[in-house]
Nanobody, 123 residues
Framework: QVQLVESGGGLVQAGGSLRLSCAASGRTFSSGGMAWFRQAPGKEREFVAA????????YYADSVKGRFTISRDIGKNTAYLQMNSLKPEDTAVYYC????????????????WGQGTQVTVSS
């Protein structure tokens, strides 16, 4: 079993930055990957960014390319999402996810999920 705990959400003005963290505990894997998804009120949960287990390969939704950066610290078993140039439309609950044998944009492929952290961007 893997437990994921997100932190770092909050309120920020448009154009500002936030860094989210996702600490993983329990069983670890040598394949698959981790990802961030987000869900705004009244909308479906959508893919934001993914990274493979080694941390060398990343994948982003078009809406965040060039503004967000996903990374991970293998030693700390933690993934990060650096969010720059934030926009009001980035407001959502952000969820961390981990998969044993997958990394990419399909949420149904992820085996474990965190509880979410709220990000609010004011205009």
């Amino acid at each position: 079993q893997v437990q994921l705990v997100e932190s770092g959400g909050g309120l920020v003005q448009a154009g500002g930055s936030l860094r989210l963290s996702c600490a993983a505990s329990g069983r670890t894997f040598s394949s698959g990957g981790m990802a961030w998804f987000r869900q705004a009120p009244g909308k479906e949960r959508e893919f934001v960014a993914a990274i493979n287990w080694s941390g060398y390969t990343t994948y982003y939704a078009d809406s965040v390319k060039g503004r967000f950066t996903i990374s991970r610290d293998i030693g700390k078993n933690t993934a990060y999402l650096q969010m720059n140039s934030l926009k009001p439309e980035d407001t959502a609950v952000y969820y961390c996810a981990a998969a044993k044998n997958y990394y990419g944009g399909s949420r149904r492929e992820y085996d474990y999920w965190g509880q979410g952290t709220q990000v609010t961007v004011s205009s």
